[in-house]
Each structure stands twice: as C-alpha cells, then as structure tokens.
C-alpha cells in the first residue's frame, strides 16, 4: 500500500479544472483499453451514464472513490489506484477565488481555474485594456460604465479587486504565464476616467512592456479590417501537451469556453 505521505508527494498540481479533465482522459483512456464501452460500466451498476459522461470529460469533480473503483474495474495496479485518487482529492480543492463566489458570474470561476495555471495566454481586445493590464483607476472606471442595471458600488469594487489578484496572482507564480496580448488602437484613444487615469494607464502598459513574458502590440486602425472585428478573445495554452487549448469569449449576455 503507497503512504499518504507519498501520495501527498504525487497530488497534482494546478487548477480543479484542468486536473479534472486531466483525470477524465486517463479514466477514458483506461477504459478502452480494456474494450469496454460506457454501456458496459453503466451495466455493471457502478454510476449511471451521465456522471461516467461527466467525469470522462471532466465537467464535474470526482469523488476520490468512484475514481479508485473505476480504476479497479479497469484493471489498475495500486499504485495507479493510488493515483487515481489521488487525482480525484485534487478535483475538489478550494481556489484562490472562491471569496469572490458570491460575485462571480456562474460559470466564470472555469475561466478563473484555467487561466490561473496557464503557460500562456494569447489575447486580443478592440475597446478597451485587457483587465490582466489595468491600473485599479481604469478599472473602476470602465466597470463602472458597463456595469448592469442595479450592481452597486460595492459588487463593482469586488470585481476590480478580483482583477487585481488575479494579477499578482499571474505574475507571483513560479513560473509566469507568457502573454500575447494585442490592443485595438481604440483601446488607447477612449477616454476612460479621465485624463490623469488614462495618464496612469499608459504608464502602467510601458512598464508592463518591459516584462520579458508580455509580449505587447497595437492594431492600428490603418491595417484595415481583420478576423478579429467578430469581436475579443483569449487563447490559454498549458504546458501539458495533452491539455487542450482552450478558447474563451466574453460578451453583455454571457460567455462560453471551448
């Protein structure tokens, strides 16, 4: 039997939704190799079909039991067992940003989970500084001017407070995200907050420039029409080869994650 101890030394590191997908693959994987199909588990009445549907693609957090006994099922050695639940342990870890769940948009903490354990994130953002750049006067103001009918001052600052440590967040960790990151030229031009915010905004995009992960641009109005007039987006990319890209969007009705 593997210690807690060594186990601990083997839990996985990152956010609840990466691992989860992580875990989801490799049950999946495990599975076929054995030729079963989900209608086989589903058989033996060890979970119904929509949970095994869930876990396989890593839309829901696993308890550490059902992973040992899939694994079990499929054959796993119990150091793999070990692993496996191991995994499912690290599904349901609490995130940094779960103090703001009363204010997030649902749906939005999958985004948070991504992002915070992204090796690089490729951005673009037409109207406006992207959030992971503003100064806390830019962002104040800009979501002070979007905000929805009936948010008050005090949800509008804990939004721009999330913002913030999602910055020092990014930018303390061991090994800092690499940015891409192109602004639309109306990014620069709009008055946001007035002159002396906008001066400190542009202060904080040259010293930002100077970060050897950020790599920054401007979109001219001059290049004419592009593929980004659909409208703004982030890429994040992660450093496990076998995590997918993931794309993200963002608008007044919602947003959505592929």
């Not at 906008?198 to 109005?221: C, I, K, S, Y």
């Not at 450093?239 to 969007?249: F, L, R």
Request: proline share 3%; hydrophobic share 35%.
């Amino acid at each position: 039997m593997v210690s807690t101890e060594a186990a601990s030394r083997r839990k996985p590191r990152g956010s609840t939704t990466v691992v989860r997908r992580q875990l989801g693959r490799k049950l999946r994987a495990m599975r076929e190799a054995t030729g079963r199909s989900r209608d086989d588990v589903v058989a033996s009445r060890l979970m119904s079909r929509s949970k095994l549907e869930g876990i396989e693609h890593g839309r829901t957090m696993v308890r550490p039991g059902d992973a040992y006994e899939l694994g079990r099922v499929y054959g796993a050695s119990a150091e793999e067992l070990e692993n496996l639940r191991a995994m499912a342990v690290a599904t349901n870890q609490t995130s940094w940003w779960q103090e703001h769940g009363d204010n997030l948009v649902q749906g939005f903490e999958t985004y948070l989970d991504l992002e915070s354990c992204a090796s690089e994130m490729w951005i673009y953002e037409s109207a406006v500084v992207h959030g992971l750049l503003q100064t806390e006067d830019y962002a104040l103001a800009v979501d002070r001017a979007s905000a929805r009918p009936g948010l008050g001052d005090k949800e509008i600052r804990s939004h721009v407070a999330l913002r913030m440590t999602r910055q020092r967040t990014l930018r303390e960790r061991k090994a800092p995200v690499r940015l891409h990151v192109v602004l639309g030229e109306a990014a620069l031009r709009l008055q946001v907050g007035g002159p002396d915010v906008m001066a400190g905004q542009r202060a904080r995009l040259l010293q930002e420039a100077e970060r050897e992960n950020l790599d920054l641009r401007v979109l001219t109005d001059s290049a004419g029409p592009h593929a980004g007039l659909v409208g703004s987006f982030v890429v994040l990319d992660f450093e496990n080869p076998d995590d997918p890209s993931t794309a993200y969007v963002e608008s007044c009705v919602g947003f959505r994650h592929c």
